[in-house]
């Protein structure tokens, strides 16, 4: 009974995460794997908190946020990627540890103490980025909305884009064209992950 894998996405909203997860955890069960997709925030007590904090308040704290999404996390590993991890599974995770620090890091937060207030935090074993450029991300989110909305957040998303990309340097991040087809980004994602599932 081997341990299982923590994979996680990463990259601005808009860039293909979700899209890209959920054909990777099927693509991993139709090849015998345990696999399993799960997303943060969750959609539990803290996650749905958060939902509701970061929608509707004007003014943003980045430290109240850093901690309930930490919060959040601490209930996602508890209930869902230990448990899972402990079972055998390959955990596909949307968002985990890194958004924190790109997007909270971006609103002028260290990463040292981001890291820190995460310290319970299993490490995932692969970290898929799906780059974009934030007016790509910010064009495919506003597909079918009104007008006008999401405009101001531009600039930040260009900071969120920017610290994604330093720590990919700096980390052993998996780095993907998000610009690419669906298809073909979900192959090469795969091909890099089936590879790592190999190796152990
Ligand atoms: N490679 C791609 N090329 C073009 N469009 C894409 C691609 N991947 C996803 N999309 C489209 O872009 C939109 C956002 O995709 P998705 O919901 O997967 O992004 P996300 O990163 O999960 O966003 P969020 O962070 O807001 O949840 C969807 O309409 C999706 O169909
Ligand atoms: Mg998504």
Redesign the pocket.
């Known amino acids: 009974m081997g341990k299982g894998k923590l994979i996680v996405l990463e ?1 601005l ?7 890209q997860a959920l054909l990777l955890a099927e693509a991993l069960r139709a090849r015998g794997f345990k696999a399993c997709y799960t997303c943060e925030p969750t959609y539990w007590r803290v996650g749905d908190l958060l939902r509701l904090h970061v929608s509707r308040l004007k003014r943003r704290s980045p430290v109240y946020e850093a901690l309930l999404f930490a919060a959040d996390r601490y209930e996602h590993v508890a209930r869902e990627v230990r448990p899972k991890l402990r079972r055998g599974y390959v955990v596909v995770s ?1 968002r985990y540890l890194h958004s924190s620090l790109a997007y909270q890091g971006a609103s002028g937060l260290s990463l040292q103490w981001i890291k820190r207030i995460n310290f319970f935090a299993p490490k995932p074993d692969a970290i898929i980025l ?1 780059d974009v450029p934030a007016e790509e991300a910010l064009k ?2 506003l ?1 079918g909305k009104r007008p006008g909305k999401g405009f101001e957040s531009l600039s930040f998303q260009r900071k969120v884009r920017k610290v994604y990309l330093k720590m990919a340097e700096e980390e052993d991040f998996l780095t993907f064209n ?1 610009l ?3 298809g073909e ?1 979900h192959r090469e994602i795969l091909g890099e992950v089936l590879k790592l599932l190999r190796k152990h």
């Open positions: 990259g909203d808009g860039s293909g995460k979700t899209t949307d799906l495919r989110k597909k998000g690419k087809p669906v980004l």
